[in-house]
Nanobody, 123 residues
Framework: HVQLVESGGGSVQAGGSLRLSCEATPYSADELCLTWFRQVPGKEREAVAYIEEDGDIDYGYHVNGRFTISRDSRLFNKVYLQMNRLIPEDAAIYYC?????????????????WGQGTQVTVS
């Protein structure tokens, strides 16, 4: 069972930046999909960004070039979500999720493991 450890949430003023990190252990480099989702109370969980084992990346429609997902240069199983120009609508609990194989940003139910979530507040 893959465990995910997230960090980096916090409070920031609108226009500010935060960087989230997620580390997955154990993992298989051949089948590693890591995706950031976010959720606010009363709303569906939505995908923010994902990165597949071959480096393919995609973003949620709301990102609009403000966020960047990347992999650690030394740790294949660790990814970052750099969030710039944050707006109040970005406030949510952000979750890192893992599945084997391809990422499915529209289908969070297909993910096998989830992190505990990290709160992002934008005022």
């Amino acid at each position: 069972h893959v465990q995910l450890v997230e960090s980096g949430g916090g409070s920031v003023q609108a226009g500010g930046s935060l960087r989230l990190s997620c580390e997955a252990t154990p993992y298989s480099a051949d089948e590693l999909c890591l995706t950031w989702f976010r959720q606010v109370p009363g709303k569906e969980r939505e995908a923010v960004a994902y990165i597949e084992e071959d480096g393919d990346i995609d973003y949620g429609y709301h990102v609009n070039g403000r966020f960047t997902i990347s992999r650690d240069s030394r740790l294949f199983n660790k990814v970052y979500l750099q969030m710039n120009r944050l707006i109040p609508e970005d406030a949510a609990i952000y979750y890192c999720a893992y599945r084997r194989g391809f990422c499915y940003k529209l289908y969070p139910e297909r993910y096998e493991s989830w992190g505990q979530g990290t709160q992002v507040t934008v005022s």
